[in-house]
């Protein structure tokens, strides 16, 4: 993979601060707008929206790109349970990506808006390990979530996309959803809202790449986190350092690719 410090230069700083007033009056709060073009895909003046992020990978996504001086805007269900996120200087933002309407009103609330970065990160993972033990609620709402959310997303958010600079979008996935990987079976509604997700993010790659557009699907690994739990082999930190590894090192040319967070490719 290239650099992508060069397709991660911020818009001129009129236009970016522009926006990040407009952000500013849209969530409430101030952000300190850069002065210039970026010349580190690390520095000020970029911004990152990350659905699911007031817990686990989210949040240390959050926790990561605030610290490397990124503009944050965290999505949350429940805000009001968010108190980390806050911490972190975010804008937080309301959003269920399974209520159109939700989503809806995120999109006109950052109406103007450039967003650089978009990570669908929000998910669920039922654990129906037998096709008898299948509750198709469940499977229901791992599609719904993990899958339609993402497209709601993106779909929502593309105004915006259009309008930054780097034009990227990452959704979170799973190498369960891996078709040439699954050899053992089980994760019924979870492999599958997967796999979908990651058609998507290729078909989204090839319609778009014209555009100049980055969409790719990374697999976190296996993360200590309420999803992954207290067996797992990585700590959030470990696997945010290495997904946003993998993030800035795309080019074009990866675009409607799946990655692990090592960045190492893995097949579909």
């Given at each position: 993979?290239?650099?992508?410090?060069s397709?991660?230069?911020?818009?001129r700083?009129?236009?970016?601060?522009?926006?990040?007033?407009l952000?500013?009056?849209?969530?409430?709060?101030?952000?300190?707008?850069?002065?210039?073009?970026?010349?580190?895909?690390r520095?000020?003046?970029?911004?990152?929206?990350?659905?699911?992020?007031?817990?686990?990978?989210?949040?240390?996504?959050?926790?990561?790109?605030?610290?490397?001086?990124?503009?944050?805007?965290?999505t949350?269900?429940?805000?009001?349970?968010?108190?980390?996120?806050?911490?972190?200087?975010?804008?937080?933002?309301?959003?269920?990506?399974?209520?159109?309407?939700?989503?809806?009103?995120?999109?006109?609330?950052?109406?103007?808006?450039?967003?650089?970065?978009?990570?669908?990160?929000?998910?669920?993972?039922?654990?129906?390990?037998?096709?008898?033990?299948?509750?198709?609620?469940d499977?229901?709402r791992?599609?719904?979530?993990?899958?339609?959310?993402?497209?709601?997303?993106t779909r929502?958010l593309?105004?915006?996309?259009?309008?930054?600079?780097?034009?990227?979008?990452?959704?979170?996935?799973?190498?369960?959803?891996?078709?040439?990987?699954?050899?053992?079976?089980?994760?019924y509604?979870?492999?599958?809202?997967?796999?979908?997700?990651?058609?998507?993010?290729r078909?989204?790659?090839?319609?778009?790449?014209?555009?100049?557009?980055?969409?790719?699907?990374?697999?976190?690994?296996?993360?200590?986190?309420?999803?992954?739990?207290?067996?797992?082999?990585?700590?959030?930190?470990?696997?945010?350092?290495?997904?946003?590894?993998?993030?800035?090192?795309?080019?074009s040319e990866?675009?409607?690719?799946?990655?692990n967070?090592?960045?190492?490719?893995?097949?579909?």
């Amino acid at each position: 993979m290239k650099t992508v410090n060069s397709r991660l230069l911020a818009v001129r700083a009129g236009a970016k601060l522009m926006a990040i007033t407009l952000l500013a009056l849209a969530t409430g709060c101030f952000a300190q707008p850069n002065g210039g073009p970026a010349s580190d895909a690390r520095s000020a003046g970029h911004t990152v929206l990350i659905t699911g992020a007031n817990r686990g990978i989210g949040l240390e996504l959050a926790r990561q790109y605030a610290t490397a001086g990124w503009q944050v805007i965290g999505t949350a269900r429940k805000p009001d349970k968010a108190a980390a996120l806050r911490t972190l200087n975010a804008h937080v933002l309301q959003l269920d990506v399974t209520d159109q309407q939700s989503v809806d009103r995120i999109a006109n609330d950052l109406a103007n808006v450039p967003i650089d970065l978009l990570i669908n990160n929000a998910g669920i993972l039922p654990r129906l390990h037998s096709i008898s033990d299948v509750d198709f609620d469940d499977v229901n709402r791992a599609m719904a979530v993990n899958t339609i959310g993402p497209m709601r997303v993106t779909r929502a958010l593309l105004p915006n996309l259009r309008s930054g600079g780097a034009k990227t979008v990452v959704n979170i996935t799973s190498q369960l959803g891996s078709i040439a990987n699954n050899s053992g079976g089980g994760f019924y509604g979870y492999r599958e809202s997967k796999a979908a997700l990651n058609m998507f993010t290729r078909s989204l790659a090839n319609e778009l790449r014209a555009d100049g557009f980055i969409c790719v699907v990374v697999h976190p690994g296996w993360v200590q986190t309420d999803m992954g739990g207290a067996n797992a082999t990585l700590t959030a930190q470990e696997s945010v350092e290495g997904i946003r590894g993998v993030i800035e090192n795309l080019s074009s040319e990866d675009s409607g690719t799946f990655w692990n967070y090592d960045g190492e490719p893995l097949p579909w």
